[in-house]
């Protein structure tokens, strides 16, 4: 079983920048590790995954250019750095871990979840 914890949310005015962190306890047996957000009153949506190495990265059409998704597994942390934000950016952030590499902008891809992180821009 693999638990994972977000960190890094919190209250930004539009055009500032968040960095939210994802430690696992144990990212061995993943291939990849995302991010997706959760607005009030929305679907979940993909935002951005990176595989087990770091060498493949895909970030959602929604956010082209202002996030960037890395990972330390030293430290067993997957980042996503969130620059010039926007207030449609508020919403719940969660990082998951999958055991395979298909279908990676589909939540039901990714089988451990953690509990998530809200980031809220304000305007």
């Known amino acids: 079983q693999v638990q994972l914890v977000e960190s890094g949310g919190g209250l930004v005015q539009a055009g500032g920048s968040l960095r939210l962190s994802c430690v696992a306890s144990?990212?061995?047996?993943?291939?990849?590790t995302g991010w997706f957000r959760q607005a009030p009153g929305k679907e979940r949506e993909f935002v951005a995954t990176?595989?087990?190495?770091?060498?493949?990265?895909y970030t959602a059409d929604s956010v082209p250019g202002r996030f960037t998704i890395s990972r330390d597994n030293a430290k067993n942390t997957v980042y996503l750095q969130m620059n010039n934000l926007k207030s449609e950016d508020t919403a719940v952030y969660y990082c998951?871990?999958?055991?395979?590499?298909?279908?990676?902008?589909?939540?039901?891809?990714?089988?451990?979840w953690g509990q998530g992180t809200q980031v809220t821009v304000s305007s």
């Open positions: 990176i595989n087990w190495n770091g060498g493949a990265t």
């Open positions: 998951a871990a999958s055991t395979g590499g298909y279908d990676l902008r589909n939540e039901h891809t990714y089988v451990y």
């Open positions: 144990d990212y061995t047996f993943t291939m990849y």
